[in-house]
């Protein structure tokens, strides 16, 4: 049984401001940080063992796709480290995997009581997947859900969570903090957000056969709603894509994967400069 993790940083326990997952400026509490996410990742690799798996892909999500520290990473996992990558979060995700687990995630741009919400970037207020506002859960889950992958377990915060359980029918959740604001949180102690994601991701691995892959219809229609007509300008710049007000682009595609591509080359173009 082949499993694939994508960890991100945000929605690991104790983290609360995003200069703190910033490789370059976050200093002492960003390396904390580093440890706390490779430490829920095991957790979730040795619940995903225990249930039976006998491989685990784990694609480090956040930042520059380098925060993960090997050397602490359970020794039988796979790590996918570094960028850019086409398909970034869930990079070499595929139909040889039974299942997939989202840890350390965080709701979508927009989400209040969340924290450091947001959806791949700053400068993107919403996107849609055919009509439906999805965030990094929904938009990586629909690449699973392409090649029959259902994501079986999402961790986070409680506002990641509820975001979760609306798009994901029959998905396991680990909220590790409450969000009082976009960076304030009650959280759980470190050890005991382990203990519960290594329980849960077991339960979740061993049910998921049971749990629904999240299929978009074909084919797709996406939208980007940037927050400023800068952002869109530049999105603007891939040929795919039509400018169909100030601040937001739509596109369509024949298959999910494809509109992802043109969605991440828009996001990065709109990142620029
Ligand atoms: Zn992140």
Sequence with gaps: MKVFLSVDMEGITGVVGEKETDPDHGGEAYRANCHRMTAEANAAIEGALKAGATEVLVADSHWNFDNLIPEEL??????LRGGPRPYSMVQDLDG????????GYHA??????????????GRIRSVEVNGRAVGETGLNAYVAGEFGVPVVLVTGDTALVAEAQGLLRGVH??????????????HLHPRKACDLIRAEAERAVRESAEIEPLVATKPVAMAIDFKGTEAADRAELEPLVARVGGTR??????????????FYACMHLSSSG
């Design 96 to 103: 040889s995997f039974d299942a997939a687990l989202f840890v």
């Design 74 to 79: 359970h020794e039988a996992a796979t790590l």
């Design 108 to 121: 979508m741009a927009g989400t209040p009581r969340a924290i450091i919400d947001h959806t791949f970037t």
């Design 249 to 262: 682009v739509e596109f369509s595609a024949e298959d999910y994967r494809a509109a992802f591509r043109i």
């Design 173 to 186: 959740t680990v909220a590790v903090k409450e969000a009082i604001n976009t960076n304030a949180a009650k």
